[in-house]
Structures are given as C-alpha cells and as structure tokens.
C-alpha cells in the first residue's frame, strides 16, 4: 500500500515563499515519477509540476515557470516544491502524485496511480 501525504501549506501574501514537501511510504519511491497538481474553487485540477524517477528532469505549467522549483530527495521518499513570488491566482488546494507508468513527463492526472489528501495555500494580495 502506498500512502503519500503532503505539508507545508499555509496563508501567505503575495510575493512571499512557500515549501510543500510530499512523503511517500510503500513502495520504491524512485520507481515513481512525480506530480502536483492544484485545484482552485470552481475550477478543475489542474497540472503544476512534475519530476522524473531519478528527479534529473522537470517539467512545468507555463504559469509556474521561473516561479515554482520542484525537487526530490529519494534517501527521504520526499518530492518538494518551492514555491517563490507567489501570486493570489495560485492560491488552491496541492495535490502531490506518485506515478509508476513509463512515460513522462506525464501531465494527465487520470495517469497518476496515488494521491495525498492535499494541502491548502492561500495568498492574500
């Protein structure tokens, strides 16, 4: 059984940082791609970031680029996203994937295999 659970969420005002770390227990973590997605109200999920196996390789939503850095450290099971200059449209609820296909960069939400429960972030302009 694979759990994953993310942190790090919280209020903030615009232009300020904020980290969200994912842990991951089960499994091989490294076996795993990963993912964040975020949801907004009204609004469907949608694609931020995601990580290679190896985490030698990332991909971003163009709203994100230059802003928000995704990162893992497979000795923790953990995936991080640093989240810098941050703006009132990126507030949502952040969902952390782990993803055990083949292809990547995967952007498909429907392709990640676990999700964590989310955590919240909210930017206050």
């Known amino acids: 059984q694979v759990h994953v659970v993310e942190s790090g969420g919280g209020l903030v005002q615009a232009g300020d940082s904020l980290r969200l770390s994912c842990i991951v227990s089960g499994g091989t973590f490294s076996n795993y791609a990963m993912g964040w997605f975020r949801q907004a109200p009204g609004k469907e999920r949608e694609f931020v970031a995601t990580?290679?196996?190896?985490?030698?390789?990332?991909y971003y939503v163009d709203s994100t680029k230059g802003r928000f850095t995704i990162s893992r450290d497979n000795a923790k099971n953990t995936v991080y996203l640093q989240m810098n200059n941050l703006k009132p449209e990126d507030t949502a609820v952040y969902y952390c994937?782990?993803?055990?296909?083949?292809?990547?960069?995967?952007?498909?939400?429907?392709?990640?295999?676990?999700w964590g429960q989310g955590t919240q972030v909210t930017v206050s302009s």
């Open positions: 990580i290679s196996w190896i985490g030698g390789s990332v």
């Open positions: 994937a782990a993803d055990l296909g083949s292809s990547w960069p995967q952007v498909n939400e429907a392709k990640y295999d676990w």
